[in-house]
């Protein structure tokens, strides 16, 4: 069986659409730093502003994060999500 | 009957994420009673500050907002430290109150999590109800007490509501005695920490009877990968320890609990299982007032627009301000001065008082409405959120910088004052970020440069027009001074960051808080508070520089010595001056020949003083720069603040110091000065002063550290005399060479 993996940079989320934080990769400590900041697998955000560095919406506030090249946030979009 | 322990005071640390509103509830529970200092060693700021609640006394800390208690540097050290009682500084602590945002309770009972691990009385205070429920959320609070098994009270810090019982809380909480509670870590975790338990102890038991490690600091060590906890409490003592923590988190990662991925997993769990019920939030998100302005305050183009105007009105008020302001206090000097030389007789004293006191006060007082106001900007866009945004839209142009967008707006106020800039690196939390900030500071062209820069580029660069009018060489020349200093500090910025500064950097991320109106009482009570710390320290180190430069200036004041060459030209222009009968026209010219006598003779006092004759001793040193000692001499005595340098030339020169330097007619008198100034030795006399020669010192002045206040600022600001020094050196270098190259290059070009 295929299990397709339908995560994107968050960075491509377009605005407006929610999903899940899927996985993030880069340094141990820095993933650490955000999963203690609640951006961690199964977090659901929203794009308020994309591009780098990023707006999103998370658990009720807005949060700016800039990705570089080691560190990476993929994200599910929410298929339920209008 | 009341034990000794009822009468002491007791030791309660406030702690919480940032942006929760923890300094608002510190205020509101301390009041004025507050004091803000230094922990030695680190750059982190000591809140403390004194409650009195029903007959106790309480010794308030706050401590700096964090989101978890995993120190990775030892600035973040400070906080664990202080709670665990580590700290030789301050007492043990007998409370915790936590404060939690309403709007956010999942990641901050992360920390809360941590805190209640400690086995610490704790008060849990949930602040924020009202934004909270302008999201559609509503908090629980009983519900949340029983989970939690410690008091909680909902407070809206802003408004004062719930402080008092708070404080019934707090009171309530001190005289219990906690228990631990359930660990939200899994069973093989756990045994890994009670097998430690046996082999770690406490390195500060001082007695042969060790006291074992408290559970809750071993499993820090356990979590700590980068090393640094470890380092901290172990050392080099017990390196067998080491080992052991090694050994235990392979066996962990075996048996699926990989460190520190586990910590975030466990708590974040538990802080599930325990809001169960207690938060009831809307399905979807309610857009709130503060997204529907962040639509257009963080759009990128008109954001940017937005912010621009901001920042010239910003700048507009502090030049204005400012200058109003000055004015009255280079009145006031002026009076007072003049008062006092008509009460005391002609002496060192006198001279002291005037010159070096007055002055010096004077100069430190010119500072102060500039920085005060544009303290008050920044203050008022800290405390209303617009601050975050405002380093996100500059974030991308940083970030070439090798910097983030919050060092944007403190850089930005370096063009009216370097102090307030460097002070308002605070919220910068990256220490290395911060730092880089703080050195490079002091490159940016300040306002108090521009006098220099008006009087020598007026004097010597020519009047050339380009484009019909719409360009002039001397303008050109001013913004090429401008591009100068940003250009010198973007490269030492990058040369900072991959060199001395070398290190981590963690990943950006920033909240932006929910806009509020900005409270009147937060915003003048931080400039207030900002405004007399920079009286305090750069002030003392102003005037007291200000007086040695007086001193050299003016000793030895051997009068014979001096005044013995003019006494024959003096007595026969005054018997000339006698002759004349009053209404005579003459008696102008004569008067104005007598004042002129009088300005030589203070001229020459001037070369006869210590500071004189150190500019010809310095002479070789300046003259590849183009310089003669006269200027050597005026730049030496600019040391303390740039704009003296203006008023010693007046006075090198033989206008004496009455000449207002300022005005027009004492600005062209001074310029026709410096023209026809000839080198001492020279036959036929050469010109002192020409383009690359102007030019040379102007760049001396865009790139050296003259400032004495700016470098005590920044010897507050990093709490070592280390960074001043190292400020002061670079920039001095980078000041005679960028100096020597163009005059060299000039008279090359030229010649």
Avoid at chain 1, 15 to 32: K, N, Y
Avoid at chain 2, 11 to 21: D, E, R, S
Avoid at chain 2, 515 to 520: C, G, H, Q, R, T
Avoid at chain 2, 665 to 694: I, M
């Amino acid at each position: 069986m295929i299990v397709i993996d339908k995560s994107i940079p968050l960075n491509d989320l377009p605005t407006g659409t929610s999903a899940f934080v899927s996985r993030i990769t880069g340094r141990p400590d820095h993933v650490h730093r955000l999963e203690e900041f609640g951006l961690r697998g199964g977090t659901r955000i929203e794009m308020f502003r994309p591009g780098n560095p990023c707006i999103i919406r998370m658990a009720g506030n807005k949060v700016c994060f800039r990705a570089d090249d080691l560190l990476r946030v993929l994200v599910e979009p929410d298929a339920a999500s209008d | 009957m009341p034990t000794s322990t009822e009468n002491a005071s007791l030791c309660v640390a406030l702690i919480g994420n940032p942006n929760t509103g923890k300094s608002t509830l510190f205020g509101a529970l301390v009041g004025v009673h507050q004091h803000v200092g230094n922990y030695p060693g680190v750059t982190v700021e000591k809140r403390t500050g004194r409650m009195d609640d029903a007959g106790r006394r309480y010794e308030l800390v706050d401590l700096p907002g964090l989101y978890s208690l995993a120190p990775r540097s030892r600035d973040e050290m400070v906080a664990v430290d202080l709670l665990l009682g580590r700290r030789d500084d301050c007492p043990p602590v007998d409370a915790v109150v936590c404060i939690v945002h309403a709007g956010n309770l999942q990641r901050n009972l992360y920390l809360l999590s941590q805190v209640l691990e400690l086995g610490l009385p704790t008060v849990v205070a949930v602040n924020m109800i009202d934004v909270a429920k302008k999201q559609g959320v509503s908090i629980d609070s009983a519900r949340l007490q029983q989970q939690l098994g410690v008091p909680v009270v909902a407070i809206q810090a802003n408004r004062r509501i719930g402080v008092s019982q708070l404080k019934a809380a707090l009171a309530r909480a001190v005289a219990d005695d906690p228990s631990p509670g359930e660990t939200p870590f899994p069973e093989p975790f756990e045994n890994e920490v009670t097998r430690l338990q046996s082999v770690l102890t406490d390195r500060r038991a001082e007695s042969d009877d060790r006291k074992p490690m408290p559970r809750c600091l071993i499993r820090r060590l356990l979590l700590d990968t980068d090393g640094y906890l470890v380092d901290a409490l172990l050392g080099d003592a017990e390196s067998g320890a080491v080992g052991e923590l090694e050994a235990a988190r392979t066996r962990l990662t075996e048996a699926d609990c990989p460190v520190p991925a586990i910590e975030t997993k466990a708590r974040y769990d538990w802080a599930r299982r325990t809001l169960d019920g207690v938060v009831t939030e809307p399905g979807r998100y309610r857009a709130t007032g503060t997204d529907r302005l962040d639509r257009l305050l963080t759009h990128r183009l008109w954001g940017t627009v937005i912010f621009g105007a901001l920042m010239v009105i910003v700048f507009q008020s502090v030049f204005l301000g400012g200058e109003l302001a000055v004015g009255w206090i280079d009145a006031g000097s002026e009076a007072l001065g003049r008062w006092l030389e008509t009460l005391m007789a002609e002496g060192a004293l006198r001279s002291l008082l005037v010159e070096g006191v007055i002055g010096g006060v004077g100069g430190v007082l010119s500072f102060l409405p500039q920085i005060l106001i544009l303290f008050l900007f920044i203050a008022v866009l800290e405390d209303c959120g617009y601050m975050a945004r405002a380093a996100y839209l500059m974030d991308k142009l940083m970030v070439r910088v090798g910097l983030s967008g919050k060092s944007f707006i403190p850089m930005l106020s370096c063009f009216a004052c370097a102090i307030p800039g460097i002070m308002a690196t605070r919220v910068i939390e990256n220490e290395r970020d911060r730092l880089t900030t703080i050195l490079v500071a002091p490159l940016m062209t300040c306002s108090a440069r521009l006098p220099v820069y008006v009087l020598l580029i007026a004097a010597f660069i020519p009047n050339t027009l380009y484009l019909g009018g719409l360009l002039s060489l001397q303008g050109l020349t001013m913004v090429g001074l401008y591009l100068l200093g940003i250009v010198t500090a973007v490269a030492a910025a990058l040369v900072l960051k991959r060199t001395v500064l070398r290190g981590k950097t963690p990943p950006f991320l920033m909240e932006l808080p929910s806009y509020k109106w900005p409270s009147p009482r937060t915003a003048l009570y931080r400039v207030a508070q900002r405004g007399w710390l920079f009286l305090r320290c750069a002030g003392t180190l102003i005037l007291s520089v200000s007086i040695i430069v007086w001193a050299a200036l003016y000793y030895p004041h051997n009068a014979d010595v001096v005044e013995a060459p003019f006494h024959e030209q003096q007595r026969s222009l005054q018997s000339q001056l006698d002759s004349l009968p009053p209404g005579d026209l003459r008696r102008e010219d004569v008067q104005r020949q007598l004042a002129q006598l009088d300005h030589e003779i203070a001229g020459a006092y001037q070369r006869q003083s210590v500071l004189g004759r150190a500019g010809r001793v310095i002479e070789p040193v300046v003259k590849p720069l183009g310089w003669d000692w006269r200027i050597g001499c005026a730049v030496i005595a600019s040391f303390p603040a740039r704009e003296i340098v203006v008023a010693t030339l007046g006075v090198i020169y033989n206008l004496g110091e009455e000449a207002d330097v300022e005005s027009e007619q004492g600005l062209t008198q001074l310029q026709a000065k410096l023209h026809a100034a000839v080198w001492d030795d020279s036959d036929p006399p050469r010109k002192v002063f020409n383009v690359p020669v102007a030019l040379s010192i102007l760049v001396f002045f865009a790139l050296c550290a003259q400032c004495a206040a700016t470098l005590a600022v920044i010897r507050r600001e990093t709490n070592s005399w280390r960074w001043p020094a190292f400020t002061f050196g670079y920039m001095t270098a980078l000041a005679y060479l960028g100096a020597l190259v163009t005059y060299q290059v000039g008279m090359w070009i030229s010649g």
